[in-house]
Antibody
Framework: QVRLQESGPGLVKPSGTLSLTCAVS?????????WTWVRQPPEKGLEWIGE???????TYNPSLTGRVTISLDKSKNQFSLKLNSVTAADTAVYYC????????????WGQGTLVTVSS | DIVMTQPPLSLPVSPGEPASISCRSS???????????LNWYLQKPGQSPQLLIY???NRASGVPDRFSGSGSGTDFTLIISRVEAEDVGIYHC?????????FGQGTKLEIK
């Protein structure tokens, strides 16, 4: 069974950097999947952040371009999210997820982790 | 960006009754291969989203057959033939035809 588990600080100061890691089990980060980040601000809808393929190809949401970085750590079978210059608007539950290549659907999600931006 | 709209935001339904959840896109989601690039997810209270329907009308593995998806182009519907108590939660539609992928604001299904 595929499992994804987010980890990272739950509190980040304004103008700081949000850093999260997603540990993958039951699948290899080298397999043909798009490894994805999605977030959900409190009481709001879901927002797609971006995704990365094992080849290194990355696509980001243009609304976050310039602040966001997604990367892979193949040695640890995990992938990461960094978001710079955060504000209160970046407070959200952050989910990591898997989208198999050519399947056009996210089929597995992590449980999500709440990150609050506050001083 | 493709804008996804899901009216209404809340949908109260009695157990055993059918439910219909709407999703509209600002651009066509019909790919040249004939598939509609529209997925449905259910987010139960306190949980992460789970895949219900993919490519417009295909049920994901393990999803009860009381769930079905229909529609094409810009108008889509998720139908629950007989609502059960365990179906409560927020239903999200998501377009995957072009990046940035976008979601509707969600429809919250409540039991009367």
């Amino acid at each position: 069974q595929v499992r994804l588990q987010e980890s990272g600080p739950g509190l980040v100061k304004p103008s700081g950097t949000l850093s999260l890691t997603c540990a993958v089990s039951g699948d290899s980060i080298n397999n043909n999947n798009w490894w994805t980040w999605v977030r959900q601000p409190p009481e709001k809808g879901l927002e797609w952040i971006g995704e990365i393929f094992p080849s290194g190809r990355i696509t980001y949401n243009p609304s976050l371009t310039g602040r966001v970085t997604i990367s892979l750590d193949k040695s640890k079978n995990q992938f990461s999210l960094k978001l710079n210059s955060v504000t209160a608007a970046d407070t959200a539950v952050y989910y990591c997820a898997r989208k198999p290549y050519a399947s056009n659907r996210i089929d597995f999600w992590g449980q999500g982790t709440l990150v609050t931006v506050s001083s | 960006d493709i804008v996804m709209t899901q009216p209404p935001l809340s949908l109260p339904v009695s157990p055993g009754e059918p439910a219909s959840i709407s999703c509209r896109s600002s651009q066509s989601l019909l790919h040249s291969n004939g598939y509609n690039y529209l997925n449905w997810y259910l987010q139960k209270p306190g949980q992460s989203p789970q895949l219900l329907i993919y490519l417009g009308s295909n049920r994901a593995s393990g999803v009860p057959d009381r769930f079905s998806g229909s529609g094409s182009g810009t108008d889509f519907t998720l139908i629950i033939s007989r609502v059960e108590a365990e179906d409560v939660g927020i239903y999200h539609c998501m377009q995957v035809i072009q990046t940035p992928f976008t979601f509707g604001q969600g429809t919250k299904l409540e039991i009367k």
